[in-house]
């Protein structure tokens, strides 16, 4: 089975651009979060989306917005990009009552 | 609010000793805890958790964790590391009533040969 995959792995943008990243859960899992991972810390919670409603969402600024699919899928938006911005996206699929996270490999987004 | 802290940013350790990477936790009500790892450039891979039962979980790759609730800590063990384990150990905690989950700052793990 695949896991949950993730793109684009790699992407460049300038301040002030939007970016849009998509993720693919786990077949069959139907929770799909996003976590922003900034070099030399943790992740950090962003959005969790269950049945392509919002269920969480963290201590993000409105630049940052998601969407879950029919299929599952989901995309994370995050507009008038800054330099903090910059980061290791994490994407992780679940099932509610599973209680374990599985992460994809991530988008990494450098913002010049 | 819950949260969890990882008091050593790395630990180095001799293959074929065992390591332990430490956790401490607060939270209100009964603690959901886990322990990722990350290997460069790569996602994060479950280890194992905690949710009741047992104080000894054990998880993938040999871990284990052990659960102390009068000390409100989850300490990640092994008992013979190897050169493979070294990467970076996150633990977690998921935030009562939400999928949220909240990561300490991590460990980096270096097992010398």
């Known amino acids: 089975d695949a896991g949950v995959t993730q793109s684009p792995t790699h992407l460049i943008k300038t301040r002030g651009q939007q970016v849009t990243l998509r993720c693919s859960p786990i077949?069959?899992?139907?929770?799909v979060s996003w976590y922003q991972q900034v070099l030399g810390q943790g992740p950090q919670f962003i959005f969790q989306?269950?049945?392509?409603?919002?269920?969480g969402r963290g201590n993000f600024p409105d630049r940052f917005s998601a969407r879950q699919f029919p299929n599952y899928s989901s995309e994370l938006n995050v507009n008038a990009l800054l330099l903090g911005d910059s980061a290791l996206y994490l994407c992780?699929?679940?099932?509610?009552?599973?209680?374990?996270?599985?992460f994809g490999a991530g988008s990494r987004l450098t913002v010049l | 609010a819950q949260s969890v802290a990882q008091p050593e940013d790395q630990v180095n350790v001799a293959e074929g000793n065992p390591l332990t990477v430490k956790c401490t936790y607060s939270?209100?009500?009964?603690?959901?805890l886990f322990w990722y790892v990350q290997y460069p450039n790569r996602g994060l891979q479950f280890l194992l958790k905690?949710?009741?039962?047992?104080?000894l979980v054990k998880g993938s790759y040999g871990f284990e964790a052990e659960f102390n609730k009068s000390q409100t800590s989850f300490h990640l063990k092994k008992p013979s590391a190897l050169v493979s384990d070294s990467a970076l150990y996150f633990c977690?905690?998921?935030?009562?009533?939400?999928?949220?989950?909240?990561f300490g700052t991590g460990t980096r793990l270096k097992v010398l040969a």
């Open positions: 939270v209100s009500g009964n603690p959901y």
């Open positions: 977690a905690v998921r935030d009562s009533g939400t999928y949220k989950y909240i």
């Open positions: 992780a699929s679940t099932n509610p009552g599973a209680n374990v996270l599985t």
């Open positions: 989306y269950y049945e392509k409603e919002e269920r």
């Open positions: 077949s069959g899992h139907k929770s």
């Open positions: 905690y949710i009741t039962g047992d104080n």
